[in-house]
């Protein structure tokens, strides 16, 4: 069966394209936070302190040693349909992390999803990493998502941590047959902390914005 999409390295000529699939896959995201982390990939690491809010994000920038980020062409109209990408911290080489992965709304229930995650966990596999790792929350709109982690055996992790209604969840993955490497959580979540008071505060504006307005429709 000949394959409905193809995956591609974000480059300056598909960037506008694929920022604009991020906006839509992550619209309560500020476009001025996802234009920082799609970029990182692109400029040279010694640049990285002259992107706008570089400051904000400088203590988890910092423990990075590198950032990749893929877009998911969906062949038959020929326009970029998800992105995904991963990352890696400096103390914890043998560990990749996914990061923004998604599906444009307008191009779901598709499979793609199922077949971008996979092909994101080859690719970490590729480069070496020993464990993949995703972090979300158990909050109810990230239920489709957490099913999907679970279907490719990616085991789970609930941190004593909860802030408004819900906590952080470490998804991991072994990637060569194994168990997949302890969790250390200490590092991580304090560069991570500031994202994930973020994210759970999107979510909670979300859920307030759902009671007040009609859901938005995009694709």
Same mark, same amino acid.
């Given at each position: 069966m000949?394959?409905?999409?193809?995956?591609?390295? =974000?480059?300056?000529?598909?960037?506008?394209?694929? !920022?604009? *699939?991020?906006f839509r896959v992550f619209p309560y995201d500020s476009p001025e936070e996802l234009q920082f982390h799609f970029l990182l990939p692109l400029v040279p690491r010694n640049e990285w302190c002259y992107l706008e809010t570089y400051k904000d994000n400088q203590k988890w920038v910092d423990e990075l040693s590198g950032v990749s980020c893929y877009s998911l062409r969906y062949i038959k109209e020929n326009? !970029?349909?998800?992105?995904?990408? =991963?990352?890696?911290? %400096?103390?914890?080489?043998?560990?990749a992390w996914l990061g923004w992965f998604g599906i444009?709304?307008?191009?779901?229930?598709?499979?793609?999803?199922k077949r971008m995650l996979r092909w994101t966990i080859d690719e970490a596999r590729n480069h070496g990493f020993k464990t993949l790792r995703i972090?979300?929350?158990?909050?109810?709109d990230t239920d489709a998502a957490r099913m999907l982690y679970k279907k490719n055996k990616f085991r789970s992790k609930l941190l004593p *941590?909860? !802030?408004?209604?819900? $906590?952080?969840? %470490?998804?991991? =993955?072994?990637l060569n047959g194994g168990k997949p490497l302890p969790f250390n959580g200490d590092i991580i979540l304090? $560069?991570?902390?500031? $994202? *994930?008071?973020?994210? %759970?505060?999107?979510q909670a504006e979300r859920r307030s914005r759902k009671k007040?307005?009609?859901?938005?429709?995009?694709?």
């Open positions: 000949k394959a409905n999409f193809s995956m591609e390295p =974000l480059t300056c000529e598909n960037f506008d394209e694929t !920022i604009n *699939v991020a326009k !970029i349909a998800g992105v995904t990408g =991963l990352y890696s911290y %400096i103390d914890r080489p043998q560990e444009d709304p307008g191009f779901r229930r598709k499979g793609l999803g972090w979300t929350t158990n909050s109810p *941590v909860k !802030i408004e209604d819900y $906590s952080p969840v %470490i998804y991991s =993955l072994s304090a $560069s991570a902390s500031r $994202s *994930v008071c973020h994210y %759970i505060a999107r007040q307005f009609p859901a938005p429709v995009f694709g």
